[in-house]
């Protein structure tokens, strides 16, 4: 059986349906770079080791580069009779470099420490990808931001009004959270640089290969210490997806917003043409589709976690094929990411916000009646009183259909005598803006320390 990586003890060749459910080249070829990588430093360990003589080492490596460039052209790929992607680069291999060298190769490796140190690899390469992209949103965030340093809109607690903040407060606050994603992008890093080359099935090799400078070789920082641990342990992958899921989940905070805001009843924002769609029956119709998107695949995201981790559930160690199912959600939450942060990042920089309709509605709804009891607070009025009077204020507002600043002196001196027409000062945006001027508040001031603060700290991603 051409391209299988086994077969010695077996009298007869897997049934067909058996081959069929064994196969995974059609996802795992994508790991073919990264495996030819392996081999390459595999050789090089085999030599060092004495195994392969100086002449043998230059034939496999040049087999191997031959094999490398037919790959990338596309002029060599899987086969029907290839298990998995190890086999059908075997395959290629002993067609360029000759059976007798050719299968010098597979000593003292296996494919379980193969392909887990394979898919490390593979995702230690997009995690910087995404790193970058997601960083491409916080950019456009942060640009919108810069773009409107003293627009006000309303601030919201369960949807409702609730006190007047920045426009770029509130797009900061995703970028925060942003930012956190791009951490953990990095920290997970460390996790996963960590070699499981030369685990081999689960227990080491007998070979006196050493596995560090493989590792080394491969862009790792260390060999693994425990061979059962390299070749059974997926936690490194499921972290991943929980990153990336945590990622597809402050993607579509942002896109509800998006959705919300471009509403006609909000109208906070229009979308560009190039980020918007239209109706294959409604002539007028502009519709968010990319937040809509996003929102959606972020339920794919949160998929792909829960699916590996429900595949991890209980497994014995070491290998067991159940693991063969560790790629596919992996590989799809990469996919899925590349895809659409470009989009969210192009949606967010081309949005046109309406900051007149924003900054009328940013006080109304009696979102000032916070500002009003701490202006009481300041004239000596303990908290729990100045809530109360703050409160009859708005029922008097409230039963004559205006909002707090139309109330007359003689409405506010009959709900207190503290009411003094100085409370006027607070009784508008910016007085209430201003006025939050701590560490993190929404006055203009605090909000271009923060600004700041979060350009420091994007400095070294
Ligand atoms: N294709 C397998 C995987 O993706 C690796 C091969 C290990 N197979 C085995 N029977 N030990 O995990």
């Known amino acids: 059986n051409e391209g299988a990586l086994w077969g010695g003890r077996f009298s007869s060749g897997p049934a067909d349906a058996l081959a069929e459910l064994s196969r995974s080249t059609q996802f795992d070829f994508r790991l073919a770079r990264y495996d030819i990588a392996g081999s390459r430093a595999h050789a090089r360990v085999l030599h060092r080791t004495g195994l392969l003589r100086d002449e043998e080492l230059t034939g496999m490596l040049a087999a191997l580069d031959r094999l490398e460039t037919d790959v990338l052209s596309g002029d060599f790929g899987p086969a029907e009779s290839d298990e998995d992607v190890h086999g059908a680069l075997e395959r290629g291999l002993l067609e360029r470099a000759g059976e007798e060298l050719g299968g010098r190769l597979r000593a003292g490796r296996s494919r379980n420490d193969q392909i887990a140190a394979m898919g490390r690899m593979f995702l230690r390469d997009h995690a910087r990808v995404i790193a970058e992209r997601l960083l491409g949103v916080v950019e456009a965030l942060i640009a919108q931001a810069e773009a409107h340093p003293r627009a006000p809109m309303p601030g919201r607690t369960h949807l409702q009004h609730a006190q007047p903040v920045l426009l770029s407060h509130h797009l900061l606050a995703h970028a925060w959270a942003l930012l956190r994603d791009l951490q953990r992008l990095q920290d997970w890093d460390a996790r996963a640089a960590v070699s499981p080359y030369g685990s081999g099935a689960l227990a080491g090799s007998s070979l006196g290969l050493d596995p560090q400078p493989v590792a080394e070789e491969l862009g790792f920082v260390e060999a693994a210490w425990n061979s059962i641990d390299g070749t059974a342990s997926r936690d490194v992958y499921a972290e991943f997806a929980w990153v990336a899921a945590m990622i597809g989940v402050d993607l579509s905070r942002i896109s509800e917003e998006v959705i919300f805001w471009a509403t006609k009843e909000v109208g906070f924002v229009t979308l560009d043409d190039a980020f918007s769609t239209g109706s294959s029956i409604m002539p007028q119709k502009k519709n968010p589709d990319v937040a809509e998107l996003a929102r959606g695949k972020s339920g794919r995201l949160i998929g792909d976690l829960t699916g590996l981790l429900a595949t991890l559930k209980a497994l014995p160690l070491a290998y067991n094929r159940d693991l063969q199912e560790d790629k596919e959600p992996v590989f799809d939450a990469v996919d899925t990411l590349e895809l659409l942060l470009p989009a969210v990042s192009g949606m967010v920089g081309t949005l046109t916000f309406h900051t007149e309709t924003m900054a009328q509605l940013a006080p109304e709804g009696f979102a000032l009646a916070t500002d009003l009891a701490e202006w009481l ?48 000062e607070v009784l508008h945006t910016f007085g209430s803006l201003e006025s939050r001027s701590s560490r993190g508040g929404t006055a203009p001031s605090a909000v271009a320390e923060q600004l700041a603060e979060l350009k420091v700290r994007l400095g070294p991603v």
């Open 377 to 424: 607070v300041r004239q000596g009025v303990p908290f729990r009183v100045a809530h109360e009077l703050s409160g009859e204020a708005v029922q008097v507002a409230e039963s004559r259909g205006v909002e707090l600043w139309d109330l007359t002196d003689q409405e506010f001196s009959g709900i207190s005598e503290h009411l003094t027409p100085q409370v006027r």
